[in-house]
C-alpha cells in the first residue's frame, strides 16, 4: 500500500478551469515533489519542497501553482492550462530534505486531462 | 541532453530465468543510483539503490552492479517471475540534491510463464 495518497486520481478540466491537486504523506518526511509523467516518457521533475520550503522549481510555467501547508501536504494549484499539460501528476516524499540521499516513495498519480 | 539513458525499451525473458536490465549515465557527478518499477496507472515503486562507492547492492532476488568508470549500472532479477512484468526505471541523483533524480526512459520487462 502506498504510503503518499494523492486525490483525485483523475481529473478532467477546460483551459479556463482552476483545479488543485492534493497530495497527504504520514511517514514524517521533510521533502516533497512534484514530478510530471507524459506517456512513454519518464517521469521529469517540477518542484521540491524541502522542511516546507520551496527548494527547487525547474522553470516551471507560472500557470502550475505549489503550495506546502504543513509537512503532511503538498498541493498543485493549476489554472489556464494547455492541452500539452495533460499528463500524471505524480508526488513524492523522502525523509530527509534535500540534502543528503534518499528513495523517494511516490503516490499513484492524478491523471490529469485538458480538453 | 539524456544524462540517464536505458537504451532497451522492452525485454522479454522465461520464468525462472535471469533479467538484467541496463542503464547508462553520462554525468560523473552522479554519486546515487536508484531503480524504479512501474505498473501502469500506478507510481513508480522503489526497488533498490547503489551509492558510489559501492559496486554491488543485494535485496533478495535484486542485485544492481556500478561500474563507475563505465558509467553503467545494471539490474539484475534472479529468478524472474511473472509478477516481475512492468516498466523499470533507473534513476541517477547527487549528494547535495537528494530528490532531484534524473530517470532513464524506462524499459519493459515481460516475464513469460
Known amino acids: 500500500d502506498t504510503e503518499v495518497t494523492q486525490t483525485p486520481k483523475h481529473l478532467v478540466m477546460g483551459m479556463t478551469n482552476k483545479k488543485s491537486l492534493k497530495c497527504e504523506q504520514h511517514m514524517g518526511h521533510r521533502a516533497m515533489y512534484w514530478y510530471k509523467q507524459k506517456a512513454k516518457k519518464p517521469p521529469e521533475l517540477m518542484f521540491v519542497?524541502?522542511?516546507?520550503?520551496?527548494?527547487i522549481n525547474e522553470s516551471v510555467p507560472s500557470r502550475f501553482s505549489p503550495e506546502c501547508p504543513n509537512s503532511s501536504l503538498l498541493n498543485l494549484h493549476l489554472h489556464a492550462l494547455q492541452p500539452e499539460d495533460s499528463a500524471l501528476y505524480l508526488c513524492?516524499?523522502?525523509?530527509?530534505?534535500?540534502?543528503?540521499?534518499?528513495?523517494?516513495?511516490f503516490g499513484e498519480g492524478s491523471r490529469l486531462t485538458v480538453l | 541532453d539524456q544524462q540517464v539513458k536505458q537504451n532497451s525499451p522492452s525485454l522479454s525473458v522465461q520464468e525462472g530465468r535471469i533479467s538484467i536490465l541496463n542503464c547508462d549515465y553520462t554525468?560523473?557527478?552522479?554519486?546515487?543510483f536508484l531503480w524504479y518499477k512501474k505498473y501502469p496507472a500506478e507510481g513508480p515503486t522503489f526497488l533498490i539503490s547503489i551509492s558510489s562507492i559501492k559496486d554491488k547492492n543485494e535485496d533478495g532476488r535484486f542485485t544492481v552492479f556500478l561500474n563507475k568508470s563505465a558509467k553503467h549500472l545494471s539490474l539484475h532479477i534472479v529468478p524472474s517471475q511473472p509478477g516481475d512484468s512492468a516498466v523499470y526505471f533507473c534513476a541517477a541523483s547527487r549528494y547535495n540534491q537528494g530528490g532531484k533524480l534524473i530517470f532513464g526512459q524506462g524499459t519493459e520487462l515481460s516475464v513469460k510463464p
Open positions: 513524492a516524499s523522502s525523509q530527509d530534505g534535500i540534502l543528503g540521499f534518499g528513495e523517494l516513495f
Open positions: 554525468n560523473s557527478m552522479f554519486d546515487y
Open positions: 519542497y524541502s522542511y516546507e520550503k520551496l527548494s
